[in-house]
């Protein structure tokens, strides 16, 4: 079963008026994902997801002119041989780097989509999983910059939908932080979980500000309060306070990053994203190097409904497995137009699709209401 073509269709939508969304690097104006398809010389077809990286016509490019035509012809249940070739020309020397790594997420995510169809499997039986219950928290672009009492509000509402836990997005100033996390605590009591996520927005003088707070309130991490690579802040934020873990891993890609990590000794929760590390292959192989350590792994989950599905299959897979992150979002119709990814039950838990493959049946004709909207698609933060 050879590959016969790989196609990468880049899609968009932008948010409503008065729905824009503030979160530490910004403001959000639009979101973006890349489908991926893979056509097999036997008639299967496989799908997967690529993260757009803010450039999505340029990840969608690599996609189709570069490690398209580099893979064309190969066996396409070879994963392994596939992402080494594709490392190696890509990744490896004068390549792309985290560019390609998106790009190749994508295609190995179509290629394990393929390899569960071909042996009639969920995908989580072909990663050698059963099928569970997977702890989830309520997040995605969503709890983020307003008033207390309305956030707290919003969180209540997550909760009676049998969330046990959210994740509030902070990285505004701390005094702001602590306010919002406060109040979503007061309402909420002290049974709910509460996340915390800065999306690198913050200082190491922030850090030593909040810390305390997040540890009064009891939340239970602190997620990318820096850069992906200023290794030097996390190492010492990690020594502020032991109360509270930090979490990081949406922005380091490949299990090579994830190694640093580790040797650092900083980050104690990892949270590698399918779409952007390495696609399926390369998260399995993160997952088993943070067992040797005893690294709990809870990966980011992106904006489209094949990344959030084939996470809950990944999940199902691993011995060190914590939550997956629900895209709670307010509007995202990339999240719903193949159908439900998962379905929150009143455990606060949600299981993986029961279907071969990722479980979700993609139907292309909606691609004509996602045209391309390319570039960034962020409001500067002042």
Not at 48 to 73: C, K, M
Not at 255 to 274: G, S
Not at 280 to 285: C, D, F, L, Q, T
Request: hydrophobic content about 45%.
């Amino acid at each position: 079963m050879k590959i016969d073509s790989i196609l990468a269709t880049p899609l968009s939508f932008r948010f409503p008026e008065g729905k824009a969304v503030a979160m530490g690097i910004g403001t959000a104006r639009k979101r973006d994902v890349i489908i991926v398809k893979i056509q097999t010389s036997d008639g299967l077809v496989g799908y997967g997801e690529a993260h757009p990286g803010r450039s999505p016509g340029a990840v969608a490019s690599v996609i189709n002119h570069t490690l398209g035509p580099l893979l064309q012809g190969m066996d396409a249940c070879d994963v392994a041989g596939v992402w080494e070739l594709a490392h190696r020309m890509q990744l490896a020397s004068h390549g792309l780097g985290a560019g390609a790594a998106l790009a190749l997420s994508g295609i190995d995510m179509a290629l394990w989509d393929i390899r569960a169809k071909a042996a009639n499997m969920p995908l989580y039986r072909m990663l050698g999983g059963t099928s569970k219950r997977i702890p989830a928290y309520a997040g995605g672009v969503a709890l983020g910059y307003q008033a207390p009492d309305s956030l707290a509000d919003e969180a209540q509402g997550y909760v009676e939908q049998g969330y046990r836990a959210v994740k509030l997005r902070i990285g505004d100033t701390t005094a702001n932080d602590i306010a919002r996390i406060a109040a979503v605590r007061k309402a909420l009591g002290n049974d709910i979980v509460i996340l915390a996520d800065a999306n690198t927005a913050y200082t190491l003088a922030d850090v030593r500000r909040i810390m305390p707070a997040l540890a009064e309130l009891n939340v239970d991490w602190l997620e990318e309060p820096f850069p992906c690579n200023d290794f030097a802040s996390y190492r010492l934020a990690a020594q502020i306070n032991p109360w509270v873990p930090i979490a990081a891993g949406e922005n380091h890609y490949t299990r090579y990053e994830f190694a640093r990590l580790i040797e650092d000794r900083a980050v104690t929760i990892f949270q590698p994203d399918l779409s952007k590390t390495g696609g399926v292959s390369e998260a399995m192989r993160i997952a088993a190097l943070a067992s040797a350590w005893r690294i709990p792994v809870n990966p980011h989950s992106s904006a489209g409904g094949l990344n959030l599905a084939a996470t809950i299959h990944f999940l199902a897979s691993i011995d060190n497995g914590g939550y997956f992150e629900a895209c709670v979002s307010q509007v995202n119709p990339l999240r719903d137009m193949f159908g439900p990814a998962f379905d929150i039950g009143q455990d606060g838990c949600v299981a993986p699709i029961d279907k071969p493959g990722i479980g979700l049946d993609v139907d292309e004709s909606v691609f004509s209401s996602f045209p391309l909207l390319d570039g960034l698609g962020f409001d500067k933060k002042a």
